[in-house]
T-cell receptor, first 111, second 115 residues
Framework: DGGITQSPKYLFRKEGQNVTLSCEQN?????MYWYRQDPGQGLRLIYY???????QKGDIAEGYSVSREKKESFPLTVTSAQKNPTAFYLC??????????FGPGTRLTVT | AQSVTQLGSHVSVSEGALVLLRCNYS??????LFWYVQYPNQGLQLLLK??????LVKGINGFEAEFKKSETSFHLTKPSAHMSDAAEYFC?????????????FGAGTRLAVHP
């Protein structure tokens, strides 16, 4: 069953703690993306990777970090430096036709 | 720089009525354009895309969109709304400026369908 898996669906953390969000894909797509979604603001790009062992900052990378050690995996770490981390986080993959396919998302709540 | 404007953060229609969701884009070169749909607490699903072929693009679930270069618009329509169409809809643009790999999203339009 092909697709994108994000786990967990809901995540709760205390302020000051780092947290890592998982994103796995078996679509064999080279490109992967992380977006943040806040009510009324659409989606904003955090980081993206077009190939293994390479990634670029998006529009709101401050307070986040990523790695791309395998084609299938693109984990996102929300660090304690992120001022307002509570949000819905979406992972996506991109194919050669410039289409992006999205995972089900992780809702992170930091208190 | 690329940008996307979706007119109307909320649109309400009756079941069976025409759905029209507006999207205007800004790009210095011919863009690729996309419409996505999002149901509550889920990811986004691709509805349709324009990539410089036919200007009228048909997508899934009976939706279609027309690319109008002179108006820099890519409005989404459906002739007859169904209750299951209630969701949030996002217009997005990509262009050579970003290597076509980066999508810029509009703020979204929430569609309500009432009986």
């Amino acid at each position: 069953d092909g697709g994108i898996t994000q786990s967990p669906k809901y995540l709760f953390r205390k302020e000051g703690q780092n947290v890592t969000l998982s994103c796995e894909q078996n679509l064999n797509h080279d490109a992967m993306y992380w977006y943040r979604q806040d009510p009324g603001q659409g989606l904003r790009l955090i980081y993206y990777s077009q190939i293994v062992n390479d990634f670029q900052k998006g529009d709101i990378a401050e307070g986040y970090s990523v790695s791309r050690e395998k084609k299938e995996s693109f984990p996102l770490t929300v660090t304690s430096a992120q001022k307002n981390p509570t949000a819905f986080y979406l992972c996506a993959t991109g194919n050669s036709s410039y289409e992006q396919y999205f995972g089900p998302g992780t809702r992170l709540t930091v208190t | 720089a690329q940008s996307v404007t979706q007119l109307g953060s909320h649109v309400s229609v009756s079941e069976g009525a025409l759905v029209l969701l507006r999207c205007n884009y800004s790009s210095s070169v011919p863009p690729y354009l996309f419409w996505y749909v999002q149901y509550p607490n889920q990811g986004l699903q691709l509805l349709l895309k324009y990539t410089s072929a036919a200007t009228l693009v048909k997508g899934i679930n009976g939706f279609e969109a027309e690319f109008k270069k002179s108006e820099t618009s890519f409005h989404l329509t459906k002739p007859s709304a169904h209750m299951s169409d209630a969701a949030e809809y996002f217009c997005a643009v990509s262009s050579p400026e970003g290597g076509y790999n980066k999508l810029i999203f509009g703020a979204g339009t929430r569609l309500a369908v009432h009986p």
